[in-house]
């Protein structure tokens, strides 16, 4: 998919341009026209492109659950233009898996630490850090096979759970794993679905999320380097083998981690 390079160019090519459930599309804007963006009346904030003092880039995101046409608005210096776009549905497979049945059905007792480990990442993920951390190209956290892609549909013990948020990386118990870029880190802890957990603010609405780890080496609030160890890959929460879980939350949306680093990285 092509990154589009001014609002414009977006309006002439809407009916040709696809946006797709799970992605993120980045939207490119001259500084001295564009005043402010809106989707579905929510305001997508703009941000300095990193390598254009000219320009301004605004980050659309697009839940894996969203089939609905998106309303969106763009507030320029003296007029305003709004344009529905057409969500087309990802192409997505599905996966069988077996794994412990307490990670399926939970005792009665950890569901009140299952609900606050919950609420306490979607608070996070809605949280919008206007400080930027990075200022370089995203990397992947290792370089093994992938084995289980974003988006799969997930067969828990024959009962379809959910789908898939990130990535798996196959990586034997003690692989080193390494930050994505530079941030800060807003959760280091065991959580009873996504085992050992490194959560990773880099500003603007970006969050990248590392599970699974048998060790983990940074604490709430260190600040880590692009390529900074940051634990080791395990089979801890909901597994069925030891693995890497990675993945990208932006605008509080999971997307596909992938596809957005490629996307981000061509900005430079």
């Keep these: 998919m092509k990154i589009l390079w001014g609002i414009i160019l977006l309006v002439f090519q809407v009916h040709a341009y696809e946006l797709i459930n799970g992605h993120v599309t980045f939207l490119m804007f001259d500084t001295n026209e564009t005043k402010a963006l809106y989707k579905d009346g929510v305001s997508i904030p703009l941000l300095k492109h990193p390598t254009r003092q000219d320009k301004a880039i605004a980050l659309l995101a697009v839940s894996y659950r969203h089939s609905e046409p998106i309303t969106l608005l763009h507030v320029k210096q003296h007029e305003k233009e ?53 200022n370089s190209p995203f990397i992947s956290p290792l370089q093994n096979p992938i084995t289980s892609e974003y988006g799969t549909a997930r067969v828990f013990n024959d009962t379809l759970q959910s789908y898939h948020s990130g990535v798996d990386f196959r990586a034997s118990v003690g692989t080193p794993i390494v930050a994505s870029n530079d941030g800060v880190v ?83």
């Excluded at 692009?226 to 949306?253: D, N, W």
């Design 82 to 134: 709004t344009f529905k776009l057409s969500i087309t549905k990802g192409i997505y497979a599905q996966e069988v898996l077996s794994v412990e049945p307490s990670k399926v059905s939970p005792p009665k007792e950890m569901l009140s630490r299952i609900k606050a480990e919950a609420e306490e990442a979607k608070a996070l993920y809605a949280t919008f850090t206007p400080k930027r951390y990075w």
């Design 186 to 268: 807003v959760i280091a802890k065991e959580r009873y679905y996504a085992g050992g957990s490194v959560v990773i603010d880099h500003g603007e609405g970006i969050y990248s999320v590392y599970y699974h780890l048998s060790s983990i080496a940074p604490k709430v609030g260190d600040r880590l380097k692009k390529g900074e160890f940051l634990g080791l890959s395990g089979a801890t929460g909901r597994v069925t083998g030891p693995h890497l879980h990675f993945g990208f939350m932006v605008q509080g949306i999971p997307v596909e981690p992938l596809d957005f680093m490629k996307k981000f990285n061509t900005l430079f």
